[in-house]
C-alpha cells in the first residue's frame, strides 16, 4: 500500500524586538510548538524564526496571534518559500558537461578569415 506524505507548509518570519530583548523572545520563541528553528541574526532584524504546520492558515494563526503577540516584538517579516525546485526540475533539462575536467586543454587561438575581425583588432591594438 502507498503511504501518502502530507508537505508541511513553513514560513520564515524575520522579527524586530526591543533593544536588549532578544534572548527573551528567543526563549519564547522556541517554547512554541510550531517554530522548529529561532536564531538570533545580525542586520535590519534581530531574529529569525521558522515555523511549520500542515495548514497555511494555522501558519498565519502562529504568526498573527502568537509571534506578532508577544511584548517585545515590534515588527516582523513574513517570507513563505516557493517550490521552485518542483518548478524549476520540468523547465531544466538534466545538464550533462561535454568535457571531462582532466581533458580540459587550453583554447587553441582561431586564425580569423575576416577582414573586419583583423581590423578591429588592429583598432584595440593601438
Known sequence: MMQMIK???EAFVLINCK???ESAVLHQLKEMNNVVDAQGIFGVY??????????????????????RKLNEVYAT???????????LSNLIPDIIPDIIPE?????????SDNEEDEALEEDLDE
Open 7 to 9: 508537505m508541511l507548509d
Open 19 to 21: 533593544p536588549g530583548k
Open 46 to 67: 534581530d531574529i529569525i524564526a521558522k515555523i511549520e504546520s500542515d495548514a497555511q492558515s494555522h501558519l498565519d494563526d502562529i504568526i498573527t496571534n502568537q509571534i
Open 77 to 87: 517579516l513574513t517570507l513563505i518559500p516557493t517550490n521552485q525546485e518542483d518548478e
Open 103 to 111: 581533458q580540459k586543454k587550453p583554447l587553441e587561438e582561431v586564425e
